[in-house]
């Protein structure tokens, strides 16, 4: 933007009223000699065109895909971009939605692209990291900002200093210089909002940050898991915990293929990024006893446990046959298995006599990632306490989040399904979360993903990325 057209718009901004000069009352209670609205700017298409050029052209360099207004002022200057480029643009919410999807971000979402921040003013630049946050959940790439009015209070600091790039159309040295150039306002004025931007810088915190970025304020403090080892009282949720430590993975894929050839070669190929493998065996078209021990094979050769997630919900005696007999023989080559806690603690006690526990453990299914389930938080409690009374052989649940909270709660592990990069349902009532949101937000501790994984050109090379996502969201 040259420096005419820069003249102009700060012009055009005083004119309309977007800033004023004398004593405002900010929301912080401080006293301001300056107040920028930059709402006005509504009532003003004209204006609202120059600001959409002048931002443009100060990103005219930068490469990006998409672009996403900070709420509410930046959505129309947004917009307009949107238009002129052709570049698709994004929303965030302000609040989420009760119902429903519960979606933080409106639009197509694209996972690896790369999206322009773009706001009206920023002061010290948290409600940039508002936006950012939800942004980067969704896997987005965010790297570049651009505002209208730089305040200069500090906020392009803050912005830089948690890696992003500021560029600015505007300072509020640079609008002062041209309104006491052009006799808007006398050099006392100037002065006066010189002293007060100097002596109104703002530092983001970490504690301000986590103030103001809910998930960064929900963030678990983990226990390693070589120490939720020591507290896990059955002897497969042991191996579990030690597994994820020295092999570094979080991940379990879900092995739903229904040829005992497909099963054992996606084993083989994602093995070395697992720490469990999630089978349906009642799937497998051509499953033989051999199938069990090939599975068993794979396990060893590449380190990880097997999980028939069978989903027991018989009465114990029924559930004692089903494990350990029929044509599957559970029991014999799975390392642990899950149940529905409805029948009541018989369907625990059947399922140890069928196994033991010295080779063998479970999982209760505390919640379900599908749209309309019934497991509502009185029955995800009363799953909790059941839990608790066989800490010898349940060692965690299947479920949405960390069910239990605290040090009693380190003693079981959390394996979260409903997981892909991208967030659209299968149409039969899945719901996806992304890896990230499910470990770092939710503070489950295992991820399964079976479409976004076997259903991929290559499932090596994508488990790799999603173990990497995962394990990173640990920290
Ligand atoms: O609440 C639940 C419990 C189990 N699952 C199982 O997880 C996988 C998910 O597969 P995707 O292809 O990643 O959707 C599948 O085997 C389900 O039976 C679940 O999705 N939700």
Not at 307 to 331: L, P
Request: charged fraction near 25%.
């Amino acid at each position: 933007m040259d420096e005419e057209a820069r003249k102009a718009l700060v012009l055009r901004l005083f004119d309309i009223g977007a800033v004023k000069f004398g004593t405002f009352t900010l929301k912080s209670g401080i006293e301001s000699p300056v107040y920028v609205d930059l709402r006005v700017l509504v009532s003003h298409p004209d204006v609202l065109d120059q600001v959409a050029n002048a931002l443009l052209s100060a990103v005219s360099s930068v490469e990006y895909d998409t672009l996403c207004g900070v709420p509410y002022t930046a959505l129309p200057f947004a917009t307009l971009m949107s238009s002129k480029t052709g570049k698709p643009m994004l929303m965030r919410r302000k609040e989420v939605k009760a119902y429903g999807t519960k979606k933080m971000i409106e639009g197509v979402i694209t996972p690896g692209q790369r999206c322009l921040i773009v706001e009206d003013l920023v002061t010290s630049g948290l409600s940039v990291f508002e936006t950012v946050e939800p942004l980067e959940r969704e896997q987005l790439i965010v790297n570049d900002v651009v505002v209208l009015l730089d305040r200069g209070q500090g906020g392009r600091k803050n912005i830089e200093t948690r890696g992003k790039n500021l560029r600015s159309v505007l300072t509020l040295a640079q609008v002062l210089d041209v309104l006491v150039a052009a006799g808007k306002v006398d050099t006392v004025t100037a002065d006066r909002v010189t002293a007060f931007i100097r002596d109104n810088q703002v530092t983001v915190t970490d504690k301000l940050e986590a103030q103001v970025l809910p998930t960064k304020k929900a963030k678990l403090q983990r226990t390693p898991f070589e120490d939720r080892a020591k507290l896990c009282k059955n002897a497969v949720g042991v191996a579990l915990f030690s597994l994820m430590a020295r092999k570094k993975t979080n991940l379990c894929v879900a092995a739903d293929v229904v040829e005992a050839k497909a099963l054992l070669d996606l084993a083989d190929a994602v093995g070395p990024q697992i720490c469990v493998l999630k089978t349906h065996c009642d799937i497998v078209r051509d499953w033989t006893d051999e199938t069990g021990t090939q599975l068993r094979f794979l396990a060893d050769k590449h380190d990880f446990l097997i999980f028939e997630d069978r989903k027991f919900a018989d009465i114990g005696n029924t559930v004692v046959q089903q494990c350990s007999g029929g044509v599957h023989r559970i029991a014999s080559w799975a390392h642990f298995t899950n149940a529905h806690a409805l029948p009541g603690d018989g369907i625990v006690d059947g399922l140890r006599t069928a196994a033991g526990v010295e080779n063998h453990g479970l999982l209760l299914l505390a919640q379900m990632s599908s749209a309309g389930n019934l497991l509502n938080k009185e029955y995800t409690s009363a799953c909790v306490e059941m839990a608790k009374r066989h800490t010898d052989f349940v060692f965690g649940f299947i479920s949405q989040e960390r069910v239990i909270e605290g040090s009693e709660g380190d003693a079981f592990v959390y394996m979260t399904p409903g997981v892909k990069l991208s967030q659209e349902g299968d149409g039969l009532g899945q719901q996806y979360n992304t890896p990230t949101a499910v470990i770092a937000d939710r503070n489950s501790d295992i991820i399964i993903v079976g479409r976004g994984i076997y259903k991929s050109d290559n499932p090596a090379a994508t488990a790799a990325i999603y173990r990497k996502q995962a394990w990173d969201a640990l920290a």
